[in-house]
Every structure is written in structure tokens, then in C-alpha cells.
């Protein structure tokens, strides 16, 4: 909806006009009237950009390099007069590829309901009160309040503003913030988004306040004609599948290499025909194509990506994944992060007396208690101070009338109820005080203040300007000329600074958030700085710890990962709270901003490599930016927090950048590649157990897979060097690697994280996924006790027959000319099936042993991995079928078993297992020695 005609004259409209024009008011639009426009306008939305179409998502499945390597491989046996091999190759092609586009398919989906656990809401005023709505509901004629971080969701006429700016790059490419204002234009003819009091769609306030009127709303916006959307989730490949990917093509290069080397081999050496040159190639290549490989990652991944969603990580880009296995660093705030953020005024501090203040929380229970009722007018003074310079309210919490619920900042609701312990009524004391304009908090300053007329208060003279104050304590100290006693206002000495420096850092070490309260009578509103201010008292608050942080602070410990915490409060506030969550245990370097801001970065990167845990406290968005470069320099791997719009710089630094789902600016979650759904830090500890399970699934089904590629080349590696027939046919490798191998190594990907998984350090994750020990496991361990089975079953079968190594090779060339007698030929089918049967059981023992690297099979229980006993279940029943139904024995040339050939398969995995965990077992106590 919008008002077509008249977008450019809105901005020259006087407000009362701009009201009537939209059909609204300021307390905003009504129930009955937000649903009539709902309903005749539709939803705020932006038209959907183009993406990519589900055909040609299956077209890029069928055409990769993998895919085009089988293509060709299935031309060729259809060349040499194959077409039953031909086809069996395609069909690998065909499998793999609806598999992998039904994961891709699913991992989009999967992101997009995520993105929407994550709706962006929007402050409006509706029936008279200030809500937070969807900001698809919003309608025109909607009141807006936009404050800096906010991401602005229609376009709207601004008729307030304070200190506001917005980024307007999205429509002007311009990189800079513009100042923005309610004043009407004369001017008109100008493009709409050079008009200072106008807002658009997908443009994001950087500082300030603003209360705006929306005029157009969904694809009538600025950004809706341009059709730009900024908030479409897309699919990015991770490093980790990029990795993936680069070892498939190796694993392919080397496969075609082998498979070129096999066939000059056979063709110049044995004398074979050019059929069966081309035959054994096209097996050497199928052998070592990894083809369960890329949707193995991709289901890991989703699962992995899914699991940290449910623990209230919604991971905004795949690519975090890996760099959250490797975390050497977390850079955490404090309030709301490592706190419950449910902050409660405990002590109020006065130059005469302390007084305590009961009830914790937010209950309504409680009580300022005063011992002398003389003090009452300077604590009247003390809370209406707290009362008035604050933008949050309280109300009754629905469905429970002993809880308030805040509306907006928790340390300012802190001072609300005690205000409201105290008995002061909160729309009363503002109504004293007309002609408000509050300067807002500043991260530098660390002050806010809030100018007002005294119309109606005893505690001021009447008709008198005042300019109430809170912030820091020592910052608000330094503007304070005088200091309120009991009886007079006097100015304060040195002595009464030092006291009250005393009181704080008391306060502070005992854990206490601590405020400094003061006023000014007189004065204009555009002062830049406070000074001869009047102190009036401290107000102590605790914002008591999150239980489960103590336990996860230590989990970072245990896995070597460094928790730094960066705070806005106090140097001992922080310090009390570190040794409240086991950060801190015996010193701690408390380093403040200011020292941050005059060190260089090589003093920066000493002071970070101490052992000793680090507090930074005072410390301000930009420190925090100089603090995460200091360690990425060092060559830490850097997760840091962020919720404030100027957290963003940090946030993008970082290799991890986390953002706050509740309490955080849009801003910062625009950038984030983390957004936390519940504020957690031990939601973080969560998400790097589940990103270390993907790294080790990874690596789990890796093992797996490869494992049986040796056995798959051994027998066409026999047939060049002992000159024999291969133990087995392209058909049945096709069955090994599509048929029985796929399920278990998917049931790998979606392990749960291992027992322990927290206690290894992140160097261990900062490798390659294809490193020396995986390939030595799998190939050169694994693989090779596999092919040793198989071939040991192979040459079983014959000499069960009553063949020597010589008869099979003295029969070898009718083999290959496929004039073998029938009886010979069934025993080549018989001793071909036992090999491929050997290695399916081989698989079914080694998905036992691949589910950790270190840890022995029996610590795992079954019941730990549904899709594992569906994966074995799935072999046995695939095995069964390949035997046993004649249509399936025919196409695969393979032979019923006999009872006794059982025995042997049914060693099989117990020689994998037994050997495996023996290995397993002397690498631990060789470690141990080491160590």
C-alpha cells in the first residue's frame, strides 16, 4: 500500500497534514484499523527475488565433474558392446544425483525455516501503547519508533527525531550515515531519498531516536520498486563442503590416472583386446570414485546445522561451521551474555547513609528500607531522578500479577521498580516534567540525561529547567561540581570524592552493577557535556549470572579455548562476576579501555598472550574491534559477541561473528554469522560441540567410505600383477558403493558429538579433513585388511574348487574372452561373490569402528544412532537380494553361498573390529608414553 501521488509531497507536508493525509494519529492506529488495511493490502512484504529453479538445481547434479567422469565411463562400456555395464554406470550417476539435489533441496529449505525462527520485529504504537510487531504486519498509517540498530521495514515520514542517522547505501550507495529530521521541504522534484525526513524500507538507523509514519508499505516501497531484496537467505557452499569437493577431484584425478595406467597395463602387457582394456579401466575408475562422498556432507551438515538451531544457535552462514570447530578465543560480553540480564537494584548508596532494597528480580515483592525517615525526600529525589532519565517502562506481567515485565532496557526497569517499591507512580513523576528531550546514552560519555520544566514536582522550584542525570560512576564524578546531602547542597570537596570512589569500588567488587545519579538545575538541552552537576547517591545492582555458565566456562577450559570477557562495566564489577563463573580463579588482568585505546597493536598482542584470564572493562565497541584484531594477529581463531550497532565492525573482524536474537540490534545480526536465539553463553560452548561433531562425522564417513576402495582396486591391481581374473566385476563395486555402503555412511553423518569431544584442544580441528592419518586409517589400515579379506575369500571359493593359483591363472584368458566353461564360469561367479560379500561385511564391522577415532566401538550405543541399525539393516536386506532374487543375481553375476561360506563372511567383521580397536589401543598407550 501506499500513497502514490504523493510520496514526494509528504516530505513538504506540515505533521498535522501528514496525519491527516494517512487517516492515522499519534497514538497510532487501532486494532479494528490495522486489520482493515491488512486485508485490503496485504502483508509487508517485499516480491521475491529470483532463485535458482529446482530444474536447474537437478541440471548442476547430473553435470559436476564426478557426474561428467561417469558419463563418460558409461559411454565408453557402451562402446565396447557393454551396454549392461553402461547402464549400471549411469544409474550411478542418476542415484547420486537425485540423492545429492534432494539434500541440497532440503539443506535451502532448512535454512529458510530457520530464517524464520529469526522475524524481525518492529516497535509501533497501536491503541495508544507501544508494541512490538512482525514487520510483515505493519500497515500504512502506522506509528514507528526507530532507534539506532533498528532495521527500518517500511517507508515512513519521520515527525520526531533526535540525533538520528541512517545508512542509506542499499538505495544511494552511499557509504556514509545522512542526519535525519522532521522538518517539512519546500522543495519538491528531488529524488525521495534525498529528503531528510523521509525513511525507507531496508535502510538501517545508525544512532539516535526517531517516530516515523509509514506511507508505503511491501512492493510500493522505494526498495519494492527496485525489487532489491536484503534479507533473502542464500545457500552459501561452507569451507568444509569447498574441502570436500576439492578431495573428490583429487580422489577422481587419481582414479583416472590409475585407471589409464591399468589399461596400458593390460593392453600392452597381458595382451588383452582393446573390450576388456576398456572394461577393467572403466573399473578402476568406479572403484575409486567416492560417490556417497557430497551427500554425506551435505546431510551431515544439515543435521548439524538443524541440532544447533534447537539449542538456540541459528547458524546464519554454513561457512562458520568450520571455523567454529577450531575456536582458540571467545570474546564475551557480560550483561545478558554470561547474566540473566534480570537486573535488581540491592543497596542505594548516599554521602549519609547505605539503605538495602529487598525482592529480587523483577517481583513486585520488596522494599527501600529506611531507617530514618528524613532520608525519605533524597531518596524521593534518587528514584525520580532514575524515573524520568529513562526510556523503559513496566507493567504487570501477563498471566502472572506479582511480576512486572519490562519494556525496553533491563538496568533502567531495575531503577522503574524500585521506584515502584518505594511507591512512586511512574506517569505521575513524568507528568512533572514537560518538554522532555533526552540526550541518549553514550558509549563514550557513558552518560544519558534527560532535559526537562519542572511543572509539578516538590522536589524542584517550580517553572524551573532541570537536567537529570545517570551514567558511570566515575564519569558522572568528574562532572559533578556540588554534592546533595540531607539538608543542603554543598560543593563537593576532595574528601567526598574519595569516598564516594570508595563506595563504588566496594560495590563493585562485591559484584554490584553500580549507576551514578545527579542533576543539574538550569541549563538548555543541547549542552554537549554535563558539568557542575549535583551527585546525589549510587544505585548497586546484581545481575546475578546464568546458572549453566559456570559449567560451560569450564568446558571452554577443558578444550582450550580462551574466554576473554569485554564489558561496558566497571573493572571490578567484571572481575567479581568472572570469579562468580569460574573464570577468574586466582588473578585476573583487569585491563580498561583506556588503556586499550593507547596501546599499539604489538603491546596489545603481549599483554594478550599472558595465562592469566583477561577482563576488559570500559571498554567500548571500537576497543572491542582493536581486541579482535589483536588475537586474529596472534593467529587465534576469534568468536566474539555483539549486540549493539556498533558491535557491527567486531562482529565482521571476527572469524565468528555472534549476535544476539533477543536483545540485539538488527544491525548486528545482519552481519553475524551466529545469531543466538536465547542471549546464552553457553549456548556458544553448544554450538562448538555440534560444529566439532560435523568436523568428525566428516571424518568419520570419510574413513568409511575410502576404506573400501582398496578392496575395490586390490583385485584389478591382482589381475595386471599375478595375471588372474578380477576378484570382482564393475557391477558389483557399483553395488557395494551405491547399494550397501550408502546408508551406514550417511548414519555416520549424523553422529551424535563424542564423549569428550570438548576436551581436545582446536588445534586438533584446524587441519585438513583429508590429512595423513585419515588416509594411513583408511587406506592403508582399514582398506588393506578389507582387501585381504576379500581376496582371501576370492581364493577360498577355488580352492574349495580344487584350484591352485596357477590353474586360475591358466584359465584367466577364457575368463577374459568370456569362453569359459559354464561350471567355470559359475565358479568365477561363486568366488567374485564371496569377495564382495567379504567386503559388505567388512563395511559392517568398520561402521562400528569408524564412529570415533580414538574412543573403542563399545562405548557407543546403538540406540545413540537410530539410522546406524537402519544402515546395517539396509545392507543385510540389499546383500540378501543380490544373491538370493534371480533378476538381481543375473544382472550382478553372483552366486547363492553356501553355509560354510558364511563362517568365513561372518569372520570378517570381527577381524576388522578385533584388529581396529587393538590398533586403537596401542596409539593410545604410545601417546601416553609420550606424554
Not at 565408453?76 to 544425483?97: D, K, Y
Not at 539516535?208 to 531484496?229: D, F, H, M, P
Request: glycine share 6%; proline share 4%.
Amino acid at each position: 500500500m501506499s500513497l502514490k501521488s504523493e510520496i514526494v509531497p509528504i516530505a513538504a507536508l506540515e505533521i498535522d497534514a501528514v496525519f491527516s493525509l494517512l487517516e492515522t494519529r499519534p497514538e497510532g492506529l487501532t486494532s479494528p484499523e490495522v486489520e482493515k488495511r491488512q486485508l485490503l493490502y496485504g502483508k509487508n512484504q517485499l516480491p521475491k527475488t529470483v532463485t535458482i529453479s529446482l530444474w536447474r538445481l537437478l541440471y548442476q547434479q547430473f553435470t559436476h565433474f564426478m557426474a561428467l567422469l561417469l558419463w563418460v565411463a558409461g559411454s565408453l562400456a557402451f562402446v565396447v558392446n557393454m551396454p549392461e555395464l553402461g547402464w549400471a554406470t549411469w544409474s550411478v550417476v542418476f542415484i547420486n544425483a537425485l540423492f545429492s539435489f534432494w539434500q541440497e533441496y532440503r539443506a535451502d529449505k532448512a535454512l529458510a525455516a530457520l530464517a524464520a525462527m529469526l522475524p524481525r520485529k518492529v516497535k509501533v504504537f497501536r491503541n495508544g501503547v507501544l508494541e512490538q510487531v512482525d514487520s510483515e504486519d505493519i500497515v500504512v498509517g502506522d506509528v514507528l519508533v526507530v532507534e539506532a540498530g533498528d532495521h527500518i521495514s517500511a517507508d515512513a515520514r519521520l515527525i520526531e527525531a533526535e540525533n538520528l542517522m541512517v545508512d542509506l547505501s542499499l538505495l544511494t550507495g552511499e557509504s556514509l550515515p545522512i542526519a535525519c529530521n522532521a522538518v517539512s521541504i519546500a522543495a519538491v522534484g528531488q529524488p525521495a531519498s534525498r529528503n531528510a525526513n523521509l525513511l525507507f524500507a531496508g535502510t538501517m538507523a545508525t544512532a539516535g531516536r526517531g517516530i516515523a509514519v509509514v506511507y508505503a508499505s511491501g512492493k510500493n516501497t522505494e526498495l519494492g520498486k527496485v525489487t532489491k531484496l536484503t534479507t533473502e537467505v542464500v545457500r552459501e557452499k561452507s569451507s568444509l563442503e569447498l574441502q570436500v569437493q576439492r578431495i573428490v577431484r583429487l580422489i577422481t584425478f587419481l582414479a583416472l590416472s590409475m585407471g589409464a595406467f591399468v589399461f596400458v597395463l593390460a593392453f600392452w602387457w597381458l595382451g588383452m583386446d582393446l573390450r576388456a582394456c576398456f572394461v577393467f579401466c572403466i573399473g578402476i575408475i568406479v572403484a575409486n570414485v567416492p560417490e556417497g562422498l557430497l551427500p554425506a556432507v551435505s546431510l551431515s551438515l544439515a543435521v548439524g546445522v538443524r541440532r544447533m538451531a534447537m539449542q538456540n544457535a541459528l547458524v546464519r552462514k554454513l561457512s562458520a561451521v568450520e571455523a567454529l570447530c577450531a575456536t582458540s578465543v571467545i570474546c564475551t560480553d557480560k550483561t545478558g551474555t554470561i547474566t540473566m540480564n534480570e537486573v535488581t537494584v540491592k543497596k542505594i548508596w548516599l554521602p549519609e547513609q547505605e539503605i538495602e532494597v529487598s525482592g529480587s528480580g523483577y517481583e513486585k515483592q520488596g522494599e527501600v528500607a529506611i531507617a530514618d525517615v528524613e532520608m525519605n525526600k533524597q531518596i524521593e529525589l534518587f528514584l525520580t531522578i532514575g524515573v524520568v532519565c529513562s526510556e523503559a517502562n513496566i507493567e504487570t506481567e501477563p498471566g502472572n500479577d506479582k511480576l512486572w515485565r519490562i519494556l525496553g532496557d533491563p538496568t533502567e526497569g531495575a531503577l522503574l521498580v524500585a521506584a515502584a517499591k518505594f511507591g512512586l507512580d511512574m506517569a505521575v513523576v513524568r507528568a512533572n516534567f514537560s518538554g522532555q528531550v533526552t540526550k541518549q546514552f553514550d558509549s563514550v560519555q557513558k552518560m544519558m540525561s534527560t532535559f526537562g520544566v519542572n511543572d509539578g514536582s516538590l522536589l524542584f522550584k517550580q517553572g524551573i529547567s532541570v537536567k537529570l542525570v545517570k551514567g558511570a560512576p566515575l564519569e558522572t564524578l568528574r562532572c559533578c561540581r556540588y554534592i546533595r546531602t540531607r539538608k543542603d547542597i554543598v560543593e563537593i570537596s576532595n574528601a567526598d570524592r574519595q569516598r564516594i570512589i570508595a563506595a563504588n569500588d566496594r560495590l563493585a567488587s562485591e559484584g554490584h552493577r553500580v549507576l551514578a545519579l545527579a542533576y543539574v538545575e538550569g541549563g538548555i538541552a543541547s549542552e554537549e557535556k554535563e558539568h557542575d552537576l549535583i551527585f546525589v547517591g549510587l544505585a548497586a545492582m546484581i545481575d546475578p549470572p546464568r546458572p549453566e555458565v559456570f559449567e560451560a566456562v569450564k568446558l571452554c577450559q577443558q578444550a582450550g579455548i580462551c574466554v576473554t570477557m569485554i564489558t561496558g562495566d566497571y573493572g571490578l564489577t567484571g572481575e567479581a562476576v568472572g570469579r562468580q563463573i569460574g573464570l577468574v580463579k586466582d588473578q585476573a588482568t583487569v585491563i580498561n579501555g583506556v588503556e586499550v585505546e593507547n596501546m599499539d597493536a604489538e603491546t596489545l598482542q603481549k599483554v594478550l598472550e599472558q595465562e592469566q584470564p583477561i577482563i576488559f572493562a570500559r571498554a567500548t565497541p571500537a576497543h572491542k574491534l582493536k581486541i579482535v584484531e589483536a588475537y586474529k594477529a596472534s593467529g587465534h581463531i576469534v568468536a566474539v559477541t555483539g549486540d549493539g550497532v556498533n558491535d557491527a565492525p567486531a562482529l565482521k573482524a571476527a572469524d565468528i561473528g555472534i549476535a544476539m536474537g533477543r536483545g540485539g540490534t538488527d544491525v548486528a545480526r545482519e552481519v553475524a554469522d551466529i545469531v543466538l536465539l536465547d542471549d546464552n553463553f553457553a549456548t556458544i560452548v553448544k554450538a562448538i560441540e555440534q560444529g566439532r561433531a560435523i568436523y568428525d562425522n566428516i571424518r568419520k564417513f570419510m574413513t568409511y567410505i575410502l576404506a573400501s576402495n582398496i578392496p575395490e582396486i586390490v583385485p584389478f591391481m591382482a589381475m595386471v600383477f599375478l595375471r588372474i581374473p578380477p576378484a570382482l566385476n564393475i557391477l558389483q563395486i557399483l553395488a557395494i558403493d551405491i547399494g550397501t555402503d550408502m546408508a551406514p555412511a550417511l548414519a555416520l553423518g549424523a553422529e551424535h558429538p563424542e564423549k569428550g569431544v570438548l576436551n581436545r584442544k582446536p588445534a586438533d580441528y584446524s587441519g585438513n579433513l583429508l590429512d595423513q592419518s585419515l588416509l594411513l586409517r583408511s587406506y592403508g589400515f582399514l582398506g588393506m585388511l578389507e582387501a585381504v579379506m576379500s581376496m582371501g575369500g576370492f581364493f577360498l571359493i577355488w580352492s574349495n574348487y580344487g584350484y591352485s593359483l596357477a590353474d586360475i591363472q591358466q584359465i584367466a584368458p577364457q575368463i577374459f574372452a568370456d569362453s569359459a566353461a559354464p561350471f567355470v564360469r559359475d565358479i568365477y561367479w561363486h568366488a567374485t561373490t564371496m569377495a564382495m560379500v567379504a567386503i559388505i561385511a567388512c563395511q559392517m564391522g568398520n561402521i562400528f569402528v569408524c564412529r570415533s577415532e580414538k574412543l573403542p566401538f563399545w562405548t557407543f550405543s546403538l540406540k545413540s544412532n537410530v539410522l546406524i541399525q537402519v544402515g546395517l539393516v539396509s545392507e543385510l536386506i540389499i546383500t540378501i537380494a543380490l544373491l538370493y532374487v534371480p533378476f538381481l543375481a543375473a544382472v550382478f553375476m553372483t552366486h547363492p553361498l553356501a553355509l560354510s561360506d558364511f563362517i568365513y563372511i561372518a569372520l570378517c567383521p570381527v577381524v576388522i573390529i578385533s584388529f581396529e580397536e587393538m590398533r586403537k589401543f596401542l596409539c593410545l598407550k604410545f601417546r601416553s608414553l609420550r606424554h
